[in-house]
């Protein structure tokens, strides 16, 4: 209605059919895809990713021994490790799962929930000294056997609970914490007692490993002196 | 080889490929057992290229350079020491109105420990690293795909961190747990032939 009223030269402007943005959103929207694809794949050529391949390895060639060389080896390494294999009575303890087990012969005799060395690292704020509460790994033996043992207290005892440690060593003297019996495995480690039953099965201890009155007394009783100790 | 180790009072490893099965031992004791759930060769390549790595002879003794069982630590520090008092000094200082029964639970709340991690490298002295990983690398497109413009872009900005390549042993999670401690400096990993 309004082109009746329209100059010519605007007539012809408004019969053109509208200019199509959606074709060119479309293609400004590929660029976009485009150049972020790329972007992507720049970035990816420029990582490295782990990449996992099968474990196939060399075997090393020793000369290629015969039958009767390689035979002899094998005879001579398992004598070997039969020498070095535990005999008689002898403890495992297992520090993640908190567990000890006592063999004798081969045989499981006892299996006893303990506590464990937390691992935690101890840091004395004055001078910076450091105690590692681990449990020791590898093989000890029982050095010697205590009825009502008195620990005498560390250092570390009195740093941690934040005190400074005493001059006088009747002040480090403890007749309670350690219970009945106290198997000695080098190096200040023991096998003992606990006042706190329920904290047994956990890594609580200064390295140290704690056994219920009961698992203490049969281990006490059959361990003996020199029993080999493994701790893993 | 292993009657060389167990000559020491040291607990050890003996990685068996053919078994997949990881022992942890002691003078020839297998003191536990490890179930493998894979053993494969990861090394950090470029998408869409990459190349065998040579793998060392076996059988071999490799031995931990430096492992998590050292690092991976909490420390512990009171802010300052105060005097030592002897507990009947205390007793003297605060009376109780009522008797103290013995402790039989947490007198004191533990220290919690922190749980172990599920995947952590152990550096060996070959140059190799030992990944104890409960999940292997994925091996499709797409995940991958996004792995490396992850560290595309990380490398970009100056962040990435080339790792040796490693020997990876997976395991499940409670097992990745279970050996943490024992990945610590100098303990040896006997390997066996692979048949």
């Known amino acids: 209605m309004f082109t009746d009223i329209l100059p010519p030269e605007l007539e012809e402007e408004v019969a053109r059919p509208p200019r199509r943005w959606g ?35 060399r075997t090393a060639r020793d000369g290629d021994p015969d ?41 499981l005799v006892r299996n006893a929930v303990c506590s464990t060395g937390t691992g935690i690292v101890l ?5 910076g000294r450091q105690w590692v509460f681990d449990t020791p790994l590898g093989e000890r033996t029982v050095e010697r056997k205590v009825k009502n043992p008195v620990w005498a207290k560390p250092d570390w005892a009195f740093v941690e609970e934040g005190m400074i440690p005493p001059k006088d060593p009747n002040e480090r003297f403890d007749g309670d914490s350690l219970g009945n019996y106290a198997l000695y495995i080098g190096d200040g480690y023991i096998i003992h007692g606990t006042l706190f039953k329920t904290l047994l099965g956990r ?24 029993s080999r100790v493994f701790l893993y | ?29 297998v003191l536990d057992r490890v179930a493998l759930e894979g053993i494969e060769v990861v090394t950090e390549q470029p998408l869409f290229s990459g190349w065998p790595p040579t793998l060392p002879e076996l ?20 802010a300052e020491l105060r005097p030592y008092v002897s507990p009947d000094q205390e007793e003297e200082a605060v009376p109780e109105p009522t008797p103290t029964a013995v402790p039989t639970g947490p007198a004191a709340t533990p220290t919690p420990v922190p749980e172990p991690p599920s995947a952590y490298r152990a550096r060996l002295d070959n140059g190799w690293d030992l990944l104890i990983t409960d999940t292997l690398p994925a091996d499709t497109l797409i995940p991958r795909f996004l792995a490396a413009v992850h560290d595309g872009w990380q490398r970009l900005r100056g962040l990435g ?35």
């Open chain 1, 23 to 57: 074709a060119v959103l479309f293609v400004l929207f590929l660029l976009a895809i485009i150049l972020a694809g790329g972007g992507l794949l720049v970035l990816a050529r420029f990582g490295r990713i782990p990449t996992a391949s099968p474990f196939i390895a």
């Open chain 1, 67 to 107: 039958a009767e060389t390689l035979r002899r080896r094998a005879v001579q390494a398992t004598a070997a490790l039969e020498r070095v294999r535990p005999n008689g009575a002898y403890i495992v303890v297992d520090s993640y799962r908190n567990r000890l087990r006592l063999y004798r012969d081969g045989d």
């Open chain 1, 123 to 127: 840091k004395d704020p004055r001078n």
């Open chain 1, 203 to 226: 890594r609580v201890t200064h390295g140290c490993i704690r056994l219920g009155d009961e698992d203490l007394e049969f281990v006490y009783r059959h361990a003996p002196i020199g």
């Open chain 2, 1 to 29: 080889m292993e009657a060389a180790i167990a000559k020491r009072p040291v607990v050890y490893m003996v990685l068996d490929p053919a078994r997949r099965v990881l022992e942890v031992r002691s003078r020839s004791l």
């Open chain 2, 59 to 78: 059988p071999a003794t490799w031995t931990i350079a430096q492992g998590p069982g050292d690092t991976d630590r909490e420390i512990i520090a009171p």
């Open chain 2, 161 to 195: 961190e080339s790792k040796p390549p490693a020997v990876a042993l997976a395991m499940a999670k409670e097992n990745c747990q279970r050996i943490h401690h024992l990945m610590r400096t100098g303990t040896e990993i006997l390997v066996l032939p692979t048949p």
